[in-house]
């Protein structure tokens, strides 16, 4: 069971002595003590409506020129677009886009789900949209990068430019466009297998993660709430 204040103070946000003070002014009839699978619910409390969550998840476009990050002293970071999403300070992102990825970034509440999408064993598919300098070679089955990883390509083919996701910046130098499908992922994998196979990368997207794909009309730096399947 969860308390009203707890809920209260994670989702005001507030101090725990200032949320114990809203509790009292909550309607008679809501409970002290809430069951979590009878939230998220919406409330006035003190002249105000509240949604009271304890778990949120949401699907974003980030935008290039962020990091996949919480606080960085450099750089933009992509939590700072989730400014006003429900229980926005305890979201954490799942897996991680670098500086000039742009494309879906899943975030979530629940650490269980996180670990599930993330574990390598669970080789959830991941799918981008590139656009490349140069064409590229055909990847053998048995191909290794510099470093000794074999990626799991599930997918790759070249793509017109009308095919891309509207998410993947049409930079000018771009003469090819491709997309690609790993199971699981490295660092910079992406990159890196075009790079092994004679092309190099000026833009990537990625379009789909496991069971969600980002919606051709969700704009950069934009999110929508995702009920988590499975």
Known sequence: MLHLEQLIARNWPCTRKEARRLATQAPPDLPY????????????????????????????NKPAGCITALV?????TAAAYLEGAPL???????????????????????GSWLHRLTHPKNEIPRTYHAGLERPFSPAPSDLVLRDGHRPAIVDLRSLSVGETHPGLRKDSGASHF??????????HEVRRIFAALGSHVLSLCRVSFGDWTLPKDLTPGTWQEITPKG
């Open 178 to 187: 491709a997309t690609v499908t790993i199971a699981g992922g490295a660092y």
């Open 88 to 110: 926005a300070s305890e979201l954490r992102p799942v897996g991680r886009l670098d500086l000039d990825t742009t494309g879906l970034l899943l975030w979530t509440t629940d």
């Open 33 to 60: 003590r809430i069951a979590p699978d009878t939230l998220p619910f919406t409330v006035e409390i003190a002249r105000r409506t509240l949604t009271l969550h304890d778990s949120f998840h949401l699907m974003m």
């Open 72 to 76: 960085d002293p450099t750089h933009k």
